[in-house]
């Protein structure tokens, strides 16, 4: 029930998002799509009792591999998808446990909390990232350039 | 073939894309597809977050340089797509220089009506209330501090107010909506209904297009950007602690202090 709770507001927080971006209108959709998976994976994942850093790691793993398919479908670049779809995973929770901690004057918590935030950050990059090279290779053998 | 055109639409295609937040080599690689139409020996481009240089010369030709400065950086997905759209159809014949130049003076703007992106903004704070594990009062206080963010935001930018105050100064009401309606409502938990709010403001995308950016190997784009991600997300911290702590002196046990 949290669930699919947790993926619907994530489905209408990211298209409402994609607004705020200026993202061609026929896209608001797609990009919901994107974060309603991400959403789903991470919280799934956190159900599973999976580490947050992990969860957040799918979840932006499963983004990205969406933003690439969606991009290759419906011949769009893929920032359009990625960028609104990355929103959930996104440690913004983190950085307010950060501040809330300081003022708190609970200093191990607030430095648990910077590290984990640093580390999701990290993460995501690193999602981003696996997934750019692997559809690189992927293009380079199929399509020629021009297509990113 | 007239090179100061080519170099004009190039500069004015590249600063479009530069505005709406693309990536650097996305910006490069449509102004080298721009420039080379042109025929002529050397062909550069150089593309850095805050500016952009381009270059045209040959042995039977005086160089033609151009430089752009780009002051202001937002995001408009919309506007990268139109350009990319115009550059692709005008490298394969299908517009000519001309026809492209104006396309692009006309490029970019706005999609919506403002009404419009107040009820995203306000629809964006409260879809993330479930995720951070909210039920059905979070979520409807989520609504009424949304409206608070939109609202600081409309007015933040009517007044022409710099990013990151506006940053600091809507996470400052967030935070203080939030801790207000505790006091109102105390089964509610304040705690996710900030997370959730300041969730539209997080630097998401900055995080996202410094990754693109250092993996393409533009460092100094990508440092640039990274440490824009940090600004934004020291001053919305900044604005929540603040918001935190002078509730903390209205609403004894209300806040933290």
Redesign the interface.
């Known amino acids: 029930m949290?669930l699919v709770?947790?993926v619907?507001?994530?489905?209408?927080?990211?298209?409402?998002?994609a607004?705020?971006?200026?993202?061609?209108?026929k896209y608001m959709l797609h990009d919901g799509i994107v974060g309603a998976i991400g959403?789903f994976v991470?919280?799934f994942s956190v159900q599973c009792h999976v580490d947050a850093v992990l969860a957040s790691f799918f979840s932006a793993l499963a983004i990205a591999l969406t933003s690439h398919i969606f991009a290759r479908v419906f011949k769009?670049?893929v920032?359009?998808f990625?960028?609104a779809g990355?929103?959930?995973t996104?440690?913004?929770?983190g950085?307010?446990r950060?501040?809330?901690y300081?003022?708190?004057n609970d200093s191990a918590q607030c430095s648990y909390y910077l590290t984990q935030t640093l580390e999701i950050?990290g993460v995501?990059?690193l999602a981003?990232?696996i997934m750019?090279t692997l559809f690189k290779v992927h293009l380079k053998k199929t399509v020629p350039k021009?297509t990113? | 073939m007239d090179y100061k055109l080519v170099m004009n639409t190039a500069v004015l295609a590249g600063e479009l894309m530069l505005c709406?937040g693309?990536?650097t080599y996305?910006v490069e690689?449509t102004m080298n597809?721009i420039l080379r139409t042109a025929g002529t020996q050397t062909v550069e481009a150089t593309v850095m977050m805050t500016g952009l240089v381009a270059t045209l010369g040959g042995p039977d030709m005086e160089p033609i340089t151009a430089t752009k400065r780009v002051q202001e950086r937002g995001?408009?997905?919309?506007?990268?797509?139109e350009v990319?759209d115009i550059s692709?159809k005008y490298c394969s014949g299908g517009l000519t220089l001309e026809e492209s130049y104006e396309r692009l003076k006309k490029a970019g703007g706005?999609?919506?009506r403002t009404w419009?992106?107040n009820?995203?903004?306000?629809?964006?704070?409260?879809?993330?209330?479930?995720?951070?594990?909210g039920g059905i009062t979070e979520?409807g206080a989520a609504v009424l501090t949304g409206t608070v963010l939109a609202l600081t935001h409309t007015i933040g930018k009517r007044l022409g107010i710099n990013g990151f105050i506006l940053d600091m100064l809507s996470s400052f009401a967030i935070a203080l909506a939030a801790i207000s309606l505790k006091q109102v409502i105390p089964s509610v938990n304040d705690?996710i209904i900030?997370?959730?709010s300041?969730?539209?403001l997080?630097?998401?995308?900055a995080?996202?297009?410094a990754?693109?950016d250092t993996?393409q190997g533009d460092y100094i784009s990508g440092g640039a950007r990274i440490l824009e991600a940090f600004l934004i997300?020291a001053s919305?911290?900044?604005g929540?602690?603040a918001g935190?702590?002078l509730a903390g002196v209205f609403f004894r046990g209300g806040g933290?202090?």
């Open positions: 949290m709770f947790g619907a507001g994530c489905f209408v927080a990211v298209a409402a998002f607004v705020l971006l200026e993202t061609p209108k959403g991470y919280l769009a670049p920032t359009i990625l960028i990355i929103l959930p996104v440690p913004g929770a950085m307010y950060i501040v809330y300081l003022i708190a950050a995501i990059s981003v990232f750019d021009d990113h | 709406s693309a990536e996305r690689d597809h995001t408009n997905l919309n506007c990268i797509m990319n692709r706005k999609q919506h419009i992106y009820l995203a903004t306000i629809l964006a704070a409260t879809g993330f209330a479930p995720l951070f594990g979520v705690n900030i997370m959730s300041i969730m539209p997080v630097p998401g995308v995080i996202t297009n990754v693109r993996l997300a919305v911290a900044l929540v602690g935190i702590a933290l202090i």
